[in-house]
């Protein structure tokens, strides 16, 4: 495994108390202050504790978990900011999973208009997506991220050694995002994806695959930071998905945002095959091994309007069109794809159908 490699601000160490203090040194005493959540903080701060003595680092920590993604969380690191004297050279240590990164991200941003913020992801989530690339928020109105700024951390410090505490369903929500980008990457990217042992997992090897994904997020917002074009590839699921995990949670039964992606890329695989010429065969195979791993959110026709009304506020429409990213073959992206409400429903239903179906039925 190779040791404290630099990717634009992103670093891959192994001796993460290592890496943090030369950042934390860069700022004057009193003022670096640490955030993290209620579960996070078990797991994780002992990883960085001899750093959190050694300067004083005062810190916070939120409930956990998606539901707690909203106002009343900002507004608790607001007042932990204000109440200890944050000022404009301060610094925040963003320390948890992709919920806490957004959250912190976008408390740093604002507190009086913006303090320097690290992360350090601690779920393999944050790790290849949520930590990196700028986008802060919160849930609002029952719509996810719907508040929200563009704004990229400092730096980002990646461990693996966090991984190991992490539970099988957040492991597999974390596997969805790089699912996503091994489908708009490349064959080659998709085919190690899956041919990884899950059930078994190699740390070293992890790193490597870790390592790949994170240079598929990164070079589309180097090129696109603010979503104009390229970077809707990585929404790829997430118009449809963000449906699915808002319906989720309002309905009583919430589900982890990988698993709703999942579910959004089926849905969005299948417009895919409608509108841009992918196989069938290669949209039936991907989604009975992605059901067979992920299982399914169930819904029922009655639930497709709902459904359908929340993509209508997705980031990435304009006016009337419900604009989605989709994929003509593995690792190719056509963005801004209108589909039709019609099309949307057939979708849904292909999604309902799944696991139902025989594999190698026609559409
Ligand atoms: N900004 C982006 O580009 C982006 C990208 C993808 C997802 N997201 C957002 O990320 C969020 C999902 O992130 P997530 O899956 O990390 O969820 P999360 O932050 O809620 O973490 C999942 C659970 O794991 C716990 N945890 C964290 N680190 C742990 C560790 N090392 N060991 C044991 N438990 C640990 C947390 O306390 C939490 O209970 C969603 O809100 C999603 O919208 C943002
Ligand atoms: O980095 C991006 O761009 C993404 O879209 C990554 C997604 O995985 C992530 O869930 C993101 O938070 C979605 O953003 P939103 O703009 O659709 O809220
Ligand atoms: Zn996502």
């Given at each position: 495994?190779?040791?404290?490699?630099?990717?634009?601000?992103i670093?891959?160490?192994?001796?993460?108390?290592?890496?943090?203090?030369?950042i934390?040194?860069?700022?004057?005493?009193?003022?670096?202050?640490?955030?993290?959540?209620?579960?996070?903080?078990g797991?994780?701060?002992?990883?960085?504790?001899?750093?959190?003595?050694?300067f004083?680092?005062?810190?916070?920590?939120?409930?956990?978990?998606?539901?707690?993604?909203?106002?009343?969380?900002?507004?608790?690191?607001?007042?932990?900011?204000?109440?200890?004297g944050?000022?404009?050279?301060?610094l925040l240590?963003?320390?948890?999973?992709?919920?806490?990164?957004?959250?912190?991200?976008?408390?740093?941003?604002?507190?009086?208009?913006?303090l320097?913020?690290?992360?350090?992801?601690?779920?393999?989530?944050?790790?290849?997506?949520?930590?990196?690339?700028?986008?802060?928020?919160?849930?609002?109105?029952?719509?996810?991220n719907?508040i929200?700024?563009?704004?990229?951390?400092?730096?980002?410090?990646?461990?693996?050694n966090?991984?190991k505490?992490?539970?099988q369903?957040?492991?597999?929500?974390?596997?969805a995002?790089?699912?996503?980008?091994?489908?708009?990457?490349?064959?080659?990217?998709?085919?190690?994806?899956?041919?990884?042992?899950?059930e078994?997992?190699?740390?070293?090897?992890?790193?490597?695959?870790?390592?790949?994904?994170?240079?598929?997020?990164?070079?589309?917002?180097?090129?696109?930071?603010?979503?104009?074009?390229?970077?809707?590839?990585?929404?790829?699921?997430?118009?449809?998905?963000?449906?699915?995990?808002?319906?989720?949670m309002?309905t009583?039964?919430?589900?982890l945002?990988?698993?709703?992606?999942?579910?959004?890329?089926?849905?969005?695989?299948?417009?895919s095959?409608?509108?841009?010429?992918?196989?069938?065969?290669?949209?039936?195979?991907?989604?009975s091994?992605?059901?067979?791993?992920?299982?399914k959110?169930?819904?029922?026709?009655s639930?497709?309007?709902?459904?359908?009304?929340?993509?209508?506020h997705?980031?990435?429409?304009?006016?009337?069109?419900?604009?989605?990213?989709?994929?003509?073959?593995i690792?190719?992206?056509?963005?801004?794809?209108?589909?039709?409400?019609?099309?949307?429903?057939?979708?849904?239903?292909?999604?309902?159908?799944?696991?139902?179906?025989?594999?190698?039925?026609?559409?």
């Open positions: 495994m190779t040791d404290s490699k630099v990717h634009s601000n670093i891959f160490s192994q001796q993460i108390d290592v890496e943090l203090r030369k934390v040194q860069k700022y004057p005493a009193g003022k670096v202050f640490l955030l993290t959540d209620q579960t996070a903080a797991f994780c701060l002992p990883l960085i504790q001899s750093v959190i003595d050694e004083s680092i005062r810190m916070v920590a939120i409930p956990s978990g998606e539901e707690n993604k909203n106002i009343q969380s900002v507004g608790l690191v607001w007042d932990f900011l204000s109440n200890y944050a000022d404009r050279k301060s240590i963003n320390i948890g999973g992709g919920m806490l990164t957004d959250l912190g991200g976008f408390a740093a941003s604002t507190f009086k208009r913006g320097d913020f690290v992360n350090i992801p601690t779920t393999l989530l944050a790790q290849v997506d949520a930590s990196l690339g700028g986008k802060t928020g919160f849930n609002f109105n029952g719509l996810k719907e929200g700024v563009f704004m990229e951390p400092n730096s980002v410090i990646i461990n693996v966090f991984l505490t992490i539970d369903a957040n492991f597999l929500s974390g596997y995002e790089m699912l996503k980008h091994g489908l708009i990457k490349s064959r080659e990217h998709w085919d190690e994806l899956l041919t990884f042992d899950m078994s997992i190699d740390y070293d090897a992890l790193q490597e695959i870790i390592a790949h994904s994170v240079a598929v997020k990164e070079w589309h917002v180097l090129n696109d930071l603010t979503e104009q074009n390229i970077r809707k590839a990585l929404n790829f699921g997430h118009t449809v998905g963000h449906a699915f995990e808002s319906y989720a309002k009583g039964r919430p589900i945002h990988g698993h709703a992606v999942v579910y959004g890329m089926i849905a969005e695989l299948y417009l095959a409608k509108q841009c010429g992918l196989g069938i065969d290669e949209l039936n195979s991907i989604s091994w992605m059901i067979a791993r992920y299982g959110f169930e819904i029922q026709e639930d497709f309007e709902a459904l359908y009304q929340l993509m209508t997705d980031k990435k429409n304009e006016g009337k069109r419900i604009n989605f990213t989709l994929i003509p073959e690792g190719k992206v056509e963005i801004n794809v209108d589909c039709s409400k019609e099309l949307i429903i057939e979708a849904l239903n292909y999604y309902k159908s799944c696991g139902l179906r025989d594999s190698s039925s026609e559409l």
